[in-house]
Structure formats: structure tokens, C-alpha cells
């Protein structure tokens, strides 16, 4: 081949390589525009077996119907149905996806080295209810969007089994995890106290959720640690442990949250006197009057605030304190307004 014919033969070539990449991508936008219709169809016989799953139980015909669809389709049109559902309808279509083989699927891809494989897997397994042996090693795995799958996975079971697990989590560095795990724990409910009381007794990152999850439980069994956690040295520690003493209630509770009114960190003490305010106890009025002097506004707030859900007694101690002109006065005037506009009084 001459110096003259080379030029013009790599032209050809370039030419004959877009022509076929144009044929190639005409080709496959052609076959998506008439496979779309097909799959949706497929989707749609699935989604409404699926649907029908959920107020009985399918015959073998149905299930066979089920299996024949591509396993895509399948996994697509459960998950659509899925995704809505709770208690005994979700039962029975947890059973279903079992027996169509969604189950062993999502397994097989819950150990794929792609994250957003397993991703999907924990999702599904999430929706169909299913207790694996693979649980455990998902809430480890080395992405978070997938840990925060499994925790909601986990939180699904409402087992103890993995309390432990999950408490673990509660001191994961990305903060989507944590709420994930914090909220399976609330889902997992009495079960979920032992881990809880060991990840509040701890010196770790972990003892904040744990306390904040404790405070939504109401469990007896967490007023030991967070007693000890309102002596901590971190004001943030100290605030959740107070709000868990307030869902507890009872006098040695009232009385380490009034003892929190002289805390130095002002985030402390508006967390004690909102708690006071929510407990309702009326008798602390006076000690709450304190607060409306304090020197940050948000206290003052607070106080004036749980003054208010006292009643009777709060707002006589609010008329005493509205008489001048200082802090505390303007902020029982502000309090004293906002009564009265919810009262209709001008």
C-alpha cells in the first residue's frame, strides 16, 4: 500500500466504524422502544398476581404464572407491590416471594462484589421479611448505603437478634447509618434494651443515639445509665440523658432535671426545663421562675414555655415575674401574649 492510499484507507475505516455505531445504537433504540411495551406487560400480569398474593393465598397455577415471568420482571413487580404494605398482607407476600424464588435470588446477590447489587438485595430481602445468615455480615459490609439497608432489614424482623448488631452501628461514622440503626432499634422495641443499656454505659460515640433511642422506648431498665450520663462531661451526652430521664418520669428524674437548671451549658438547662414543662410538674414553678433570668434566650424561652404547660400555677408565676422591665419580665410578657392568643383574649 503507497503513501497515497493509506490516508484514504483509514478514512474508509473511521467511516465504516461510525456507520456501524449509528447502526448499533438505531438498533437498540428500536429494540427498547418495542421491548418496553412487552416488559411492562410482563410487569403489570406480575404486580397484579403479586397484589392478588396479598388477600389470598395464589394456587399453584398463579405461582407457576409468577415463575414464568423473567426474574427482572419478578423482582420489579414485587417490589412495586411491596413497597406499600405492612403487617398480614406483607406477610403473605413475603411467603409468595419465597416461593417464586425471589428469596435464594436476592441471597445469591447480597454476596456480589457490586455494592448497588447488594444494595438491591438487602432491599429486597428487607421486603420480603426474610432471616438470613447473611444479615450480620451485611450490617458490616464496607458501604454504608448498604449497612443502612441491612439495619432496616434488621429493624423489619423486630428480633433481638441483631439488637447488638445495630447498637454497633450507632457509632458508625456516616450519619445515615445511625439513624437507620437508631430507628430498627425503636422498631425492635423491649427486646432492644439490653443493647441499648451497654451502649449507653460506654465511653464511645454511640452513648448519644443510644440514650436518644432510650428516651422513645420509656424503658425502666435504661434509668441507670442515663442517671450516670447526666453527670457526664459532654454537654450533648448530658442532654440526652435528661430527655431519657424525662421519658421516664418519677422523682428521681424531676429531681436530677431541676438540679440540670444550674448546669453551665445552656443546651443542658433549656432540655431540663422544656422536660420539667412536659412532665407538668407544677410544683417546680418556682424553680423554672429562675430560668427566666437566665442569660441565654433560648433558656429563657424554654422556661417561660414550661411555665405555661404548668396551668394555673405556671401563669401566676408569669403575672409576678412580667412587673418591670428586665429579661425575666419581657420574656413572661411574651409567654402571658402567646396565652392569650390561644385563648382568643386580645
Known amino acids: 500500500m503507497n503513501e497515497l492510499a493509506l490516508p484514504a484507507f483509514v478514512a474508509a475505516l473511521e467511516l465504516a466504524v461510525f456507520i456501524l455505531l449509528v447502526l448499533l445504537y438505531l438498533g437498540h433504540a428500536a429494540r427498547k422502544r418495542w421491548m418496553e411495551p412487552l416488559v411492562e406487560r410482563r410487569r403489570e400480569a406480575g404486580r397484579s398476581l403479586f397484589a392478588k398474593a396479598t388477600r389470598e393465598w395464589l394456587e399453584g397455577a398463579d405461582i407457576a404464572q409468577l415463575r414464568a415471568l423473567p426474574l427482572s420482571d419478578r423482582v420489579a413487580a414485587f417490589v412495586s407491590v411491596a413497597s406499600s404494605l405492612d403487617g398480614a398482607e406483607r406477610d403473605r407476600l413475603a411467603d409468595t416471594a419465597d416461593d417464586v424464588g425471589l428469596v435464594a435470588w436476592a441471597e445469591r446477590e447480597a454476596r456480589d462484589r457490586h455494592w448497588h447489587r447488594r444494595l438491591y438485595a438487602a432491599r429486597v430481602l428487607t421486603l420480603t421479611l426474610a432471616e438470613s445468615e447473611l444479615l450480620p455480615s451485611l450490617l458490616r459490609d464496607r458501604d454504608p448505603f448498604v449497612r443502612a439497608q441491612a439495619a432496616e432489614w434488621a429493624g423489619a424482623q423486630r428480633s433481638g437478634k441483631s439488637a447488638h448488631a445495630l447498637a454497633r452501628l450507632l457509632r458508625d461514622p456516616v450519619p ?85 437548671f444550674a448546669d453551665t451549658d445552656a443546651g443542658v438547662r433549656r432540655v431540663a426545663a422544656t422536660a420539667i414543662g412536659r412532665l407538668e410538674v407544677w410544683r417546680r414553678a418556682p424553680s423554672l421562675a429562675e430560668l427566666l433570668d437566665d442569660a441565654d434566650w433560648d433558656v429563657r424561652m424554654a422556661a417561660a414555655g414550661a411555665l405555661r404547660n404548668l396551668g394555673a400555677p405556671g401563669l401566676i408565676v408569669l403575672r409576678d415575674r412580667a412587673r418591670g422591665s428586665t429579661l425575666a419580665a419581657d420574656m413572661a410578657h411574651h409567654a402571658l401574649d402567646l396565652v392569650a392568643l390561644e385563648h382568643g383574649s386580645p
Open 176 to 260: 445515615a447509618v445511625v439513624f437507620a440503626a437508631s430507628d430498627a432499634l425503636r422498631r425492635i422495641g423491649s427486646a432492644a434494651i439490653p443493647a441499648l443499656v451497654e451502649a449507653a454505659s460506654g465511653d464511645g460515640g454511640d452513648a448519644i443515639p443510644a440514650l436518644e433511642v432510650a428516651g422513645v422506648l420509656a424503658d425502666a431498665r435504661t434509668f441507670g445509665p442515663a442517671r450516670r450520663r447526666a453527670e457526664d462531661a459532654r454537654p450533648r451526652v448530658r442532654a440526652a440523658a435528661l430527655a431519657a430521664l424525662a421519658a421516664l418520669g418519677g422523682p428521681e428524674s424531676e429531681e436530677r432535671l431541676v438540679a440540670a
